[in-house]
């Protein structure tokens, strides 16, 4: 079955610093999602792409769909402690259910 | 708006024992979800219901039962609760035609 994998796992960075992380799917995928959850909450959506090599901004954070429509990533600029949270990419294909990855944990060192 | 609405918040079984987690929205979507969340595991599907009347197993059904009760609920059963059901769960719906899933706050369950 369709698999998403992310990467990396962890993240520590000093706050200013920039921050990426990547998502990869087995097949192609329709659109993707992107939710932030905080410690001790709830997985919050972000924002979807759907057009190959599609570029969107939300004020300091950048997200990416490759060409092929199979990976995608998330920058985050210069990061603030209120950016510290799990990051989900989530893969949609076909008429089966998003297929969440595992996620990239951030941290951010004041 | 509640949106997604999850109860309990937290609950403590013995091994053995049942319970149904109770999961209600109301913002009139079709398609609703429940998962698990594990550390280091990201967020795995156990059942889902695309439209009231109809469910399908995820990736981790087993040990688990569902019940869409109505379009606005669906419920997770656990019919003998084990210790490796101890987890956070979420429940979720979906904005129509592959829209945004909004999740509740999620049900902490420890299994002793």
């Known amino acids: 079955g369709q698999q998403v994998m992310q990467i990396p796992q962890y993240q520590h960075v000093q706050e200013g610093e920039d921050f990426t992380t990547y998502c990869n799917s087995s097949?192609?995928?329709?659109?993707i999602q992107w939710y932030k959850q905080r410690p001790g909450g709830h997985p919050v959506f972000l924002i979807q792409?759907?057009?190959?090599?599609e570029v969107k901004k939300q004020k300091r954070l950048t997200f990416q769909f490759g060409e092929a429509k199979k990976n995608s990533s998330l920058h985050i600029t210069a990061t603030q402690t209120t950016d510290v949270g799990t990051y989900f990419c989530a893969g949609d294909s076909g008429n089966t259910p998003l297929v969440f990855g595992k996620g990239t944990r951030l941290s951010v060192i004041a | 708006n509640a949106g997604v609405t999850q109860t309990p918040k937290f609950q403590v079984l013995k091994t053995g024992q049942s319970m149904t987690l109770q999961c209600a929205q109301d913002m009139n979507h079709n398609s609703m979800y429940w998962y698990r969340q594990d550390p280091g595991m990201g967020l795995r599907l156990i059942y889902y219901?695309?439209?009231?009347?109809?469910?399908d197993k995820g990736e981790v059904p087993n040990g688990y039962n569902v019940s869409r009760l109505n379009k606005r609920e669906f419920s997770l059963r656990l019919e003998s609760a084990a210790p490796s059901q101890t987890s956070v769960y979420f429940c979720?719906?979906?904005?129509?035609?592959?829209?945004?899933?909004?999740f509740g706050d999620g049900t902490r369950l420890s299994i002793l």
């Open positions: 979720a719906t979906r904005q129509p035609v592959k829209g945004a899933q909004h």
């Open positions: 792409l759907v057009k190959s090599g």
């Open positions: 219901s695309a439209s009231e009347g109809t469910t």
């Open positions: 097949t192609t995928l329709s659109n």
